[in-house]
């Protein structure tokens, strides 16, 4: 059965909750102040409208989130090297992390509001599992690399959005030296050293 496409009110009103939550979750000071009510009423539609569409505030930023990170996706899933799964590990995990890194760089609002919420864990969202579950599958090909599973939390570790946006934001870390330096620890991980 082919998919139905959503109803043309039904797409203006996603595109209008994704605006209003993006430039809320920009705009305050953290991403708990930002609630379902304030994301209807700056995008004009019924709060229930929101929760029949999202289910709930963790569901429209995870919606967010997976709208923006869908390119990154078609990278990793079917692209080209670096990112693209036919890249050997030693090239493609600091790829990824990178990728990780520039991605909650460019959008640290979001992906600190998505790692605070609707869980008691930053650890046990979909989003991190599949990256987790990557590198971890990329990191059992490395030779004499034991750990893989821990490895991949600690890589992970460092583009946690909350140290990104405490380095990016508060530290006021240029985004280059933020990225060098992830390469520098990613390859003293993996004893690639450069």
Not at 25 to 54: H, N, Q, Y
Not at 145 to 160: E, M, N
Request: proline content about 7%; overall charge negative; some cysteine.
């Amino acid at each position: 059965m082919a998919e139905r496409k959503p109803r043309k009110d039904a797409a203006r009103n996603r595109a209008a909750a994704f605006t209003a939550a993006d430039t809320l979750f920009a705009e305050c000071r953290s991403p708990d102040e930002v609630t379902m009510a304030d994301i209807a009423a700056a995008a004009g539609v019924g709060k229930g409208t929101l929760f029949r569409a999202f289910g709930d505030r963790t569901g429209l930023i995870h919606a967010l989130v997976t709208a923006r990170l869908e390119p990154l996706r078609v990278a990793v899933e079917e692209g080209p090297p670096p990112l693209g799964p036919d890249t050997p590990p030693l090239e493609r995990v600091p790829a990824l992390l990178d990728a990780v890194l520039c991605f909650k760089l460019d959008n640290r609002h979001l992906a600190l509001a998505l790692e605070t919420s609707g869980s008691d864990s930053p650890y046990s969202t979909d989003h991190y599992d599949r990256w987790h579950a990557l590198l971890r599958d990329l990191l059992e090909r490395v030779p004499g690399l034991s750990g893989s599973d821990f490895t991949a939390h600690a890589l992970l570790a460092a583009t946690r959005a909350d140290l990104v946006a405490y380095l990016a934001g508060q530290k006021a870390v240029p985004r280059e030296e933020l990225r060098e330096q992830l390469t520098k620890f990613t390859a003293g991980v993996l004893g690639s050293g450069t």
